[in-house]
C-alpha cells in the first residue's frame, strides 16, 4: 500500500513539473488566440478609457507566456512569466491599470500603444515562431458611433481566427466585454468567409 502511495505521489509531481516547467516555447499555433482589442477608447462609454489586449487559451493545458513576444507593427516586448489556465481569458494592460472585473491580467512594463488608423498585431513564441496573427482598422465598425471609439473589437469565430469575418465590434453595452467571451460558434457559413492564403505570414 505504502509504494502504491508513494508512486501516485510521484506521478502528481511528474504532472505538476510537466506543467510548471519552460517557458511559452511550446505553445502551439492558435493554442492562444488574441480575442479582443480595446485600440481606441477615447471617448469611453464605461471602461476607464484605456487600452486593452484580451488573449484567451484556445488549448487544453495551462500554458506558460514566459518570453513570449507581443508585437503590434514593427514594436514587440516579451511577456512575463504568466500561468494562463485552459479556456481562459486574461488581459494585457498599461502599466497601473486596474480592469473592471475580475479577470485575470497583466500589467506590461513597456506598453505599445495600439494606433487607431488599424495595425497588425501578432503573438509569438519565443523563437518567433507566429500563435497568433490579426490585422485591425476602423473598417471592421459598419456603425459610425462605434467608430468614432470606446468599443473594442471582439474575435467571434474561433475557427477561422485569421478570417476578417471573425471580428466584430463589441455589442456589449459597457463597449467591451474584457475577460468574458463572447467566443460562439461561426455565424457565417464556411463558404461566406474570407479564407486568408497565408494565415498569420509576416514579411
Same mark, same amino acid.
Given at each position: ?5 508513494? =508512486? ?6 511528474? &504532472? ?45 493545458? @495551462? ?11 514593427? =514594436? ?19 502599466? =497601473?491599470? #486596474?480592469?473592471?472585473? @475580475? &479577470? ?54 474561433? #475557427?477561422?481566427? &485569421? ?31 474570407? =479564407? ?8
Amino acid at each position: 500500500m505504502m509504494l502504491r502511495n508513494t =508512486k501516485l505521489y510521484l506521478l502528481v509531481i511528474i &504532472c505538476l513539473l510537466h506543467i510548471l516547467d519552460g517557458n511559452g516555447q511550446n505553445i502551439k499555433s492558435f493554442e492562444i488566440l488574441i480575442s479582443e482589442l480595446m485600440f481606441d477608447p477615447i471617448p469611453a462609454v464605461s471602461l476607464g478609457g484605456y487600452e486593452y489586449v484580451e488573449i484567451y487559451n484556445n488549448g487544453l493545458d @495551462t500554458l506558460n507566456l514566459e518570453d513570449c513576444i507581443w508585437q503590434v507593427g514593427s =514594436k514587440s516586448v516579451h511577456l512575463p512569466e504568466f500561468f494562463v489556465p485552459p479556456r481562459t481569458a486574461i488581459l494585457l494592460l498599461p502599466p =497601473k491599470i #486596474q480592469p473592471i472585473g @475580475t &479577470c485575470e491580467y497583466i500589467n506590461l512594463e513597456k506598453w505599445i500603444t495600439l494606433p487607431n488608423s488599424g495595425q497588425y498585431v501578432v503573438l509569438k513564441r519565443p523563437d518567433g515562431q507566429i500563435i497568433h496573427f490579426a490585422e485591425y482598422s476602423p473598417g471592421l465598425y459598419p456603425d459610425a458611433l462605434k467608430r468614432d471609439g470606446g468599443w473594442s473589437l471582439d474575435l467571434l469565430c474561433s #475557427q477561422y481566427p &485569421c478570417s476578417p469575418d471573425s471580428w466584430k465590434p463589441s455589442d456589449d453595452p459597457q463597449g467591451g466585454s474584457p475577460g468574458y467571451l463572447p467566443l460562439s460558434e461561426c455565424r457565417l457559413k464556411d463558404s461566406e468567409f474570407v =479564407k486568408p492564403m497565408r494565415c498569420g505570414y509576416l514579411e
